[in-house]
């Protein structure tokens, strides 16, 4: 009885010797290394790798073959077929119409002979282009004229069109007719360096749109009861609506005088700012910073 029990004990697992040399052997029959006969071979290695470098060269020939048949595709010409649709054109937008023979038109050619250049009408909204030398005239017929009756002055501003020879600032009125909801746009071209007349006897409020004008454009009104900038200081250089105006900030003598001068730094710090949009030219915010540089004083006080 005693031989069969311990024959049915497990036996336990050896444990590590130590050698003469001071150096621990490891059993190999514990289970975390694995035995010397589960290592595969030499030759057993080298026949995956083949078996593997053979799957690629398959893959390979197999991406060739698609390529080559795709070429083959591209280079054999279309079979004729069915000819293709006519592309269908886009359809083009509405464009200004010739208005001549608008009943406004007419009223304005038997009172002003040689006064109106061109009419157009688009998108129901007639314009009439005006002899700048009879704008005030022709604007002050259509208030007082009782079938017209444009006693509103909605808008007057300017264009300019620096490619064009002659007449490149082109004066704007917008006029409405309160009583019979209608409006009209007024054109009159000029030259940079030639007045036209105000319209300010004819609607008084024209006194701030021509002001803001000639701020902005350049353009002089002549018997003007008060013509001085209204946007910009009066000192200012340029007209900044103008296509040729530089759209970037440009050192004057306003700046010059009004700014004090900046360091490099302070010069490179500001550029940066502006970059990035965090800075405004000429508002308050950059004259007190300007300040503060220029006197030593710190933006935000050092936490103690």
């Known amino acids: 009885m005693a031989d069969e029990n311990d024959k049915l004990r497990p036996e336990p697992p050896e444990q590590e010797t130590e050698t003469a040399s001071g150096s621990a052997v490891i059993d190999a029959s514990v289970e975390e290394t694995p035995p010397p006969s ?118 007057l501003t300017c264009v300019h069109y620096p490619m064009r020879a002659e007449g490149p600032m082109e004066v704007v009125y917008n006029l409405y007719s309160i009583s019979r909801n209608e409006r009209v746009r007024l054109k009159a071209s000029i030259n940079e360096d030639v007045e036209i007349e105000s319209v300010t006897g004819v609607w008084p409020s024209a006194n701030w749109m021509e002001r803001e004008v000639y701020d902005l454009f350049g353009v002089r009104f002549r018997n003007h009861p008060d013509l001085r900038r209204i946007l910009l200081p009066p000192d200012w250089e340029g007209h900044p609506l103008r296509k040729d105006y530089a759209l970037e900030f440009v050192e004057n003598q306003w700046t010059d005088k009004h700014l004090p001068e900046m360091t490099d730094v302070q010069r490179e710090q500001l550029d940066q700012r502006r970059a990035y949009g965090l800075e405004f030219l000429s508002v308050p915010e950059e004259r007190m910073m300007r300040d503060i540089f220029q006197g030593g004083k710190e933006v935000m006080p050092k936490d103690k």
Do not use: W
Not at 111 to 136: C, K, M, W, Y
């Open 38 to 155: 589960s290592i595969p071979d030499a030759g057993q290695l080298a026949g995956a790798d083949e078996e593997k470098a053979a799957m690629v060269e398959q893959a390979k020939s197999r991406v060739a073959a698609v390529k080559e048949s795709l070429g083959e595709k591209a280079a054999a010409p279309a079979a004729p077929g069915a000819p293709r649709p006519p592309v269908k054109k886009k359809e083009e937008g509405p464009k200004p119409t010739d208005a001549s023979n608008h009943q406004l038109v007419h009223r304005l050619k038997s009172h002003f002979n040689g006064g109106v250049l061109e009419a157009t009408e688009f998108l129901g909204q007639l314009s009439v282009r005006i002899d700048p030398a009879r704008i005030a005239d022709v604007c002050d017929f259509l208030r007082r004229e009782p079938e017209a009756g444009f006693n509103y002055l909605s808008d």
